[in-house]
T-cell receptor, first 111, second 115 residues
Framework: QKEVEQNSGPLSVPEGAIASLNCTYS??????FFWYRQYSGKSPELIMS????GDKEDGRFTAQLNKASQYVSLLIRDSQPSDSATYLC???????????FGAGTRLFVKA | GVTQSPTHLIKTRGQQVTLRCSSQ?????VSWYQQALGQGPQFIFQ???????GRGNFPPRFSGLQFPNDSSELNVNALELDDSALYLC????????????????FGSGTRLTVV
């Protein structure tokens, strides 16, 4: 089982819709969870971090964490074409600050 | 921010390469990742206060250094075709444990092509 699993997509949503990205993980001791956005040909950019169960909102982005079920999700409200990118789920691995990444979900927002 | 050099590099199989990174001001931890096309970044190793703080599943021909000014190098010996990838340097403010992980700031990466 991979440590961090994401649906590779592509996920296609119309402009203005809610995009829902999901991620499951296997390491029960992970405490820090992240979503990074990566545009084609660019490096990843941190967009959200979440550390406790529940929802965390930042503008159009909401991260959701459920440690009992070992999943973390990202909702993007009012999706814009500029949100089209690959979204990487990541978590702090066992033993410190090593961050483990999923393979990413490609999101396309159609104008 | 985090700066990496060079941006692109073409090397021949068997050669050696050194990639460089300058961390974000105030950050004391640097991590290196390899990202193959269509894949997520794979952890190579991390340095904290000039010492290796963790290593991923990469062979010993991948080695690194962190300098007192928090700049860092990634060295790869005996290059193989499969080493062709985007190499990412990520800086963060952290320690060996107990502190909250605030996430990484990535550099723009070095695209390495081995022919």
């Amino acid at each position: 089982q991979k440590e961090v699993e994401q649906n590779s997509g592509p996920l296609s949503v119309p402009e203005g819709a809610i995009a829902s990205l999901n991620c499951t993980y296997s390491d029960r001791v992970s405490q820090s969870f992240f979503w990074y956005r990566q545009y084609s040909g660019k490096s990843p950019e941190l967009i959200m971090s979440i550390y406790s169960n529940g929802d965390k909102e930042d503008g159009r982005f909401t991260a959701q964490l459920n440690k009992a079920s070992q999943y973390v999700s990202l909702l993007i409200r009012d999706s814009q074409p500029s949100d089209s990118a690959t979204y990487l789920c990541a978590l702090e691995g066992t033993g410190g600050f090593k961050t483990i990444f999923g393979a990413g979900t490609r999101l396309f927002v159609k104008a | 921010g985090v700066t990496q050099s060079p941006t692109h590099l073409i090397k021949t199989r068997g050669q050696q390469v050194t990639l460089r990174c300058s961390s974000q001001s105030g950050h004391n931890t640097v991590s290196w990742y390899q990202q193959a096309l269509g894949q997520g970044p794979q952890f190579i190793f991390q340095y904290y206060r000039e010492e290796e703080n963790g290593r991923g599943n990469f062979p010993p021909r991948f080695s690194g250094l962190q300098f007192p000014n928090d700049s860092s190098e990634l060295n790869v010996n005996a290059l193989e075709l499969d080493d062709s990838a985007l190499y990412l340097c990520a800086s963060s403010l952290g320690s060996t444990g107990g502190s909250l992980n605030y996430g990484y700031t990535f550099g723009s990466g070095t695209r390495l092509t081995v022919v």
